[in-house]
C-alpha cells in the first residue's frame, strides 16, 4: 500500500535562512510525487512535481524538490526563505492502484518565518 | 477566473441532518473529486469521479454519497450528520483522470457537527 511520510509536524526558521522539508515515500514502483503549499484558509497549490527524468526538480515559488529512489524521499528545498513562505506543506503520491488521478497526502508540516 | 468554487464556506449541522456541499468547476475538467482535512492527518480521499455519469469510492467513503450528472457540477452530500464528520472538505479537479495531471483545489468548506 501507498504511503507518504513528513516527519516533520512544524518547522521554524528565520528569514533568509536555506529550508528542507523532509517526504518519504512507500511505493512499489516508481512514483509520481508532488508538493502542495496550504495557506491559512486557503486551498492547496501546487510547487511542484515529479514523474521521471532528472531529479532535481524546479518549482514555483523558488522551491525545488530532490527525488532520491534509494532513500524513497522528495525532500522540498529553498535556498532563503521568506515571510510569505509562512504556510502549511504536504507531500502526496498518486494512487496509481486506482488507475485514476488521486493523490495519497502527507500529514502536512507547518513552516512558521521569523524575522 | 473562477476554478473550482465550493459551497457553502462554513455550515453548522446537528448531528443526523443531511446537507449537500456544493462543488462546480469552470475548466472543463473531466476529473472531479472530494477530499477531507483533519488535523494531523492530511487529506483523505473520499470520492472521486473520472467523467459525467461516473463516479468511485476513496479512501474513507461512508457517510457520503456523490453523483456527476454534469461535468461542472460534483455535489458532496452527507446523509445523516455524524460528529466525526467535522472537517474541512476540499473539492479538486483535473483535465483528465490520468494519474499526473495537475490538480486544482477550491479554498474549502469548513464544516462542524454539533
Known amino acids: 500500500a501507498q504511503s507518504v511520510t513528513q516527519p516533520d509536524i512544524h518547522i521554524t526558521v528565520s528569514e533568509g535562512a536555506s529550508l528542507e522539508l523532509r517526504c518519504n515515500y512507500s511505493?512499489?514502483?516508481?512514483?509520481?510525487l508532488f508538493w502542495y503549499v496550504q495557506s491559512p484558509g486557503q486551498g492547496l497549490q501546487l510547487l511542484l512535481k515529479y514523474f521521471s527524468g532528472d531529479t532535481l526538480v524546479q518549482g514555483i515559488k523558488g522551491f525545488e524538490a530532490e527525488f532520491k529512489r534509494s532513500q524513497s524521499s522528495f525532500n522540498l528545498r529553498k535556498p532563503s526563505v521568506h515571510w510569505s513562505d509562512a504556510a502549511e506543506y504536504f507531500c502526496a503520491v498518486g494512487a496509481l492502484g486506482t488507475g485514476a488521478n488521486n493523490l495519497f497526502f502527507g500529514t502536512g508540516t507547518r513552516l512558521t518565518v521569523i524575522p | 477566473n473562477a476554478g473550482v468554487t465550493q459551497t457553502p464556506k462554513f455550515q453548522v449541522l446537528k448531528t443526523g441532518q443531511s446537507m449537500t456541499l456544493q462543488c462546480a468547476q469552470d475548466m472543463n475538467h473531466e476529473y472531479m473529486s472530494w477530499y477531507r482535512q483533519d488535523p494531523g492527518m492530511g487529506l483523505r480521499l473520499i470520492h472521486y469521479s473520472v467523467g459525467a455519469g461516473i463516479t468511485d469510492q476513496g479512501e474513507v467513503p461512508n457517510g457520503y454519497n456523490v453523483s456527476r450528472s454534469t461535468t461542472e457540477d460534483f455535489p458532496l452530500r452527507l446523509l445523516s450528520a455524524a460528529p466525526s464528520q467535522t472537517s474541512v472538505y476540499f473539492c479538486?479537479?483535473?483535465?483528465?483522470?490520468?494519474?499526473?495531471?495537475?490538480?486544482?483545489f477550491g479554498e474549502g468548506s469548513w464544516l462542524t457537527v454539533v
Open positions: 479538486a479537479s483535473s483535465v483528465s483522470g490520468t494519474p499526473g495531471n495537475t490538480i486544482y
Open positions: 511505493y512499489g514502483a516508481t512514483p509520481y
